[in-house]
T-cell receptor, first 115, second 113 residues
């Protein structure tokens, strides 16, 4: 069975600083990988996704993630954080089954941005 | 814009009640999902459906059932609500296919007293 680990429950960064959120996955085959963001009181929004091809993936809001098969990681990065990036971030992995991706989510990383 | 609408933002129900959580999507998506979100546990898949009248168990289906009579609507049913089902419930939908984005509703915060 697949699993996702997000080792950092909370992260605090200063506005303008760089950000890296860690994600490690366990999955037997080539994974489908996703990063979602959840702002307070909102549903989840997709930031980016990876299935194959270039291991550096660009997403919305200036985020990017790098797939490293040897490390089973899919870390999310942003070169300069804005105060509006404060939210909870979820990494997810999912096989393709029954017509859709059955996602397994990590426990999330809560990002706080200091002004 | 894709819209996934959950009928209630907040619900308070009594132990033992039968509870219906409704979800409607307006983009003709084949796949629909119900997740439960708890602090420290992330999102856990309860059930999903990839076609009308089709359903498949997720990771935590116990105590829940689902209904999908129409393509746009996916209902989560708590047959006899219990306090340990107090949680945030999120509905999502996606088109048929690999590596497709799931669109989420805003969630229903259910409290069982």
């Amino acid at each position: 069975a697949q699993s996702v680990t997000q080792p950092d429950i909370h992260i605090t960064v200063s506005e303008g600083a760089s950000l890296e959120l860690r994600c490690n996955y366990s999955y037997g085959a080539t994974p489908y990988l996703f990063w979602y963001v959840q702002s307070p009181g909102q549903g989840l929004q997709l930031l980016l996704k990876y299935f194959s091809g270039d291991t550096l993936v660009q997403g919305i809001k200036g985020f990017e993630a790098e797939f490293k098969r040897s490390q089973s990681s899919f870390n999310l990065r942003k070169p300069s954080v804005h105060w509006s990036d404060a939210a909870e971030y979820f990494c997810a992995v999912g096989p393709f089954t029954g017509g859709g991706n059955k996602l397994t989510f990590g426990t999330g990383t809560q990002l706080k941005v200091e002004l | 814009d894709v819209k996934v609408t959950q009928s209630s933002r907040y619900l308070v129900k009594r132990t033992g009640e039968k509870v219906f959580l409704e979800c409607v999507q307006d983009m003709d998506h084949e796949n629909m999902f119900w997740y439960r979100q708890d602090p420290g546990l992330g999102l856990r898949l309860i059930y999903f459906s990839y076609d009308v009248k089709m359903k498949e168990k997720g990771d935590i289906p116990e105590g829940y059932s689902v209904s999908r009579e129409k393509k746009e609507r996916f209902s989560l049913i708590l047959e006899s609500a219990s306090t340990n089902q107090t949680s945030m419930y999120l509905c999502a939908s996606s088109i048929l296919g690999q590596n497709t984005e799931a669109f989420f509703g805003q969630g229903t915060r259910l409290t069982v007293v």
